[in-house]
């Protein structure tokens, strides 16, 4: 058992404390620390970070909670953060029967791309011969992942770790990150990587003052009387986990630097989205994410990891209300489904013990400059709604068969792009091909040696019946990069250089961890009229780096529009 685990450069280290102290002791709770404080005779050993790891048990309370308090001092030296985590490794037998650890190793498992996906040779269990077993498949999004564990079936035990809050976590509700390990191993992530690559890395400067505190998160044990009554321990956890998030923030750490309910306070307001375009007036953000988030640029809490983080969905209205709120500094981020971009408030948040602000209407106006000639895709920041390929058979997991909506979870997808497109790359016609089958979930490279690849190019195809004077507008949001450089070109394949290019950008290993989403990146290209033909026209998109099978990126939209026009009328036809 691993009570906590951290990761910084290639020092990879269990956090084990030097001073043990019982910080609370009575009928009804006890409170134990683990603290080391770090000095410079660990250069080399240990994280420059001073840290306390803190154990709660309260009484009839079928489990335990725990933190931790981590912190960098000023006579500290700079120091970089890639992961942190609490991992609990349990005994083999789990609720999905699910393959052993030794399955995994020669003779049993063959490693594929990567050493985390195994093929299942000749597992101890015959029914999993030919699958995958890659703990990346079963990632989650930080906003759904409240319980997650394992159930043990002889006896009948379940072990669960419920996050009744994500404020702790970093790059806000839509970073994704692992659940648990093979072995198996299940996992209470803060900070990592996974998903967003080395923007998501926290770096400390020398001498820079910092402290966060990770959790409580809660350990919960249940048992039932038989193994046919096991997944019963399932429903009993995701009930305990309800319990949970209501009781957050939680009364009984003792830690000043773990702010109780009337030590916080809350923030409400209405945000709109205001695009002529679509519609004359405000139009209400339903479902927008609206979130506080340390100051910083439009976008930023998605590679933001120091600070803590609040968010809240918007109902139809566009109104939302965000509570429970840490005393700080804060800007309000938001962004809406359905509208590209992100809308960042211009003036920073104080929030302080038992404030109540209403910030009244918050107006969005998303990147426009004219009407939308065609489009490709869904604005929400996700490759989803692209074709995704059912798995090669060799790769399959059975897991996902029956759940199509996490269909791009199957290892391998990134080869299938050759079994559709085997001589030339994809070509996409406006007016005729359809996104959910005609668009590719990846873009990737093309194999064409033992060890070599080359990037593709592909075609986007539409007709203009006449070209309107002005610049016209080629909006790209990605929803995933990995070491790629996108290239974009009008009516000229060959051109040299090209009408844009992003340079080497991501590296968030989303096609390689089976995600559909990465960190989102929008480009906007204005394209002069004198580019474009009366008649049949062609965009290629090129992503032109090429030294590996997982390098790539994934589309989220694809806008192209015309010049402004001051007469508009959302009542207008397209186009």
């Known amino acids: 058992?691993?009570?906590?685990?951290?990761?910084?450069?290639?020092?990879?280290?269990?956090?084990?404390?030097?001073?043990?102290?019982?910080?609370?002791?009575?009928?009804?709770?006890?409170?134990?620390?683990?603290?080391?404080?770090?000095?410079?005779?660990?250069?080399?050993?240990?994280?420059?970070?001073?840290?306390?790891?803190?154990?709660?048990?309260?009484?009839?309370?079928?489990?335990?909670?725990?933190?931790?308090?981590?912190?960098?001092?000023?006579?500290?030296?700079?120091?970089?953060?890639?992961?942190?985590?609490?991992?609990?490794?349990?005994?083999?037998?789990?609720?999905?029967?699910?393959?052993?650890?030794?399955?995994?190793?020669?003779?049993?498992?063959?490693?594929?791309?990567?050493?985390?996906?195994?093929?299942?040779?000749?597992?101890v269990e015959p029914e999993f011969k030919g699958e995958v077993d890659d703990k990346y498949q079963y990632s989650c999004e930080n906003k759904d992942n409240k319980v997650h564990g394992f159930i043990c079936l002889e006896p009948p035990v379940g072990f669960w770790q419920i996050t009744p809050s994500n404020e702790f976590r970093t790059g806000g509700p839509f970073k994704q990150d692992l659940t648990s390990h093979v072995n198996p191993t299940t996992l209470a992530m803060f900070v990592s990587t996974h998903y967003g690559g080395e923007d998501l890395v926290i770096k400390f400067g020398e001498g820079e003052k910092w402290k966060k505190v990770f959790g409580p998160v809660f350990i919960y044990l249940n048992s039932c009387s038989g193994k046919n009554d096991a997944v019963s321990l399932w429903?009993?956890?995701?009930?305990?986990?309800?319990?949970?998030?209501?009781?957050?923030?939680?009364?009984?750490?003792?830690?000043?630097?773990?702010?109780?309910?009337?030590?916080?306070g809350s923030i409400s307001g209405r945000l709109l989205a205001q695009d002529r375009y679509i519609f004359e007036g405000n139009i209400a953000a339903k479902g927008a994410y609206v979130g506080l988030a340390p100051p910083g640029k439009d976008g930023s809490f998605q590679v933001e990891g120091k600070g803590y983080q609040f968010w809240a969905n918007a109902d139809e209205g566009g109104l939302f209300c965000i509570t429970n709120i840490r005393p700080g500094e804060y800007n309000i981020y938001a962004w809406i489904?359905?509208?590209?971009?992100?809308?960042r408030c211009d003036k920073d948040i104080v929030i302080t013990a038992g404030s109540k602000i209403d910030v009244g209407d918050l107006v969005y106006v998303p990147p426009r400059n004219g009407p939308t000639l065609?489009?490709?895709?869904?604005?929400?920041?996700?490759?989803?709604?692209?074709?995704?390929?059912?798995?090669?058979?060799?790769?399959?997991?059975?897991?996902?068969?029956?759940?199509?909506?996490?269909?791009?979870?199957?290892?391998?997808?990134?080869?299938?792009?050759?079994?559709?497109?085997?001589?030339?790359?994809?070509?996409?016609?406006?007016?005729?091909?359809?996104?959910?089958?005609?668009?590719?979930?990846?873009?990737?490279?093309?194999?064409?040696?033992?060890?070599?690849?080359?990037?593709?190019?592909?075609?986007?195809?539409?007709?203009?019946?006449?070209?309107?004077?002005?610049?016209?507008?080629?909006?790209?949001?990605?929803?995933?990069?990995?070491?790629?450089?996108?290239?974009?070109?009008?009516?000229?394949?060959?051109?040299n250089p090209p009408e844009f290019s992003s340079g080497l950008i991501g590296s968030d290993n989303t096609i390689a961890r089976h995600g559909i989403h990465g960190l989102y990146w929008l480009f906007n290209l204005e394209i002069p009229s004198s580019q474009l033909i009366q008649g049949d026209n062609t965009i290629y998109l090129t992503q032109a780096r090429s030294a590996s099978a997982l390098h790539g990126i994934m589309y989220d939209y694809i806008r192209f529009e015309g010049p402004p026009l001051d007469d508009y009328s959302p009542s207008q036809i397209k186009g």
């Open 235 to 264: 429903y009993d956890a995701k009930d305990q986990m309800e319990n949970e998030v209501r009781k957050w923030p939680y009364s009984f750490p003792v830690s000043e630097d773990f702010p109780h309910a009337d030590e916080r």
């Open 374 to 495: 065609w489009e490709i895709g869904i604005p929400d920041r996700s490759a989803a709604e692209f074709f995704v390929p059912d798995p090669d058979p060799m790769y399959i997991n059975k897991l996902y068969i029956n759940l199509p909506m996490d269909r791009f979870r199957q290892y391998g997808l990134w080869e299938r792009y050759a079994d559709f497109y085997p001589d030339e790359d994809l070509v996409y016609t406006v007016g005729i091909s359809d996104y959910q089958k005609d668009w590719f979930y990846a873009q990737v490279t093309r194999k064409i040696g033992e060890n070599a690849y080359q990037g593709t190019t592909w075609q986007i195809k539409f007709n203009l019946d006449r070209v309107r004077q002005g610049n016209h507008t080629l909006r790209i949001a990605l929803a995933s990069a990995t070491f790629s450089i996108l290239e974009v070109r009008i009516n000229r394949q060959k051109a």
């Open 1 to 123: 058992m691993s009570p906590l685990h951290m990761e910084k450069n290639l020092l990879s280290c269990r956090i084990e404390g030097i001073d043990f102290q019982v910080i609370v002791e009575n009928e009804e709770q006890i409170e134990v620390s683990f603290k080391r404080t770090w000095d410079p005779s660990m250069q080399g050993e240990h994280a420059p970070l001073s840290i306390d790891k803190r154990f709660i048990m309260l009484r009839g309370s079928s489990g335990f909670y725990s933190y931790g308090i981590y912190q960098h001092h000023e006579d500290m030296p700079a120091f970089n953060l890639n992961e942190t985590r609490i991992a609990f490794m349990l005994r083999k037998e789990k609720q999905r029967r699910v393959p052993l650890p030794e399955d995994r190793v020669p003779p049993r498992g063959k490693e594929l791309a990567f050493p985390e996906a195994v093929l299942l040779v000749d597992p």
């Open 337 to 343: 489904p359905g509208f590209i971009g992100d809308f």
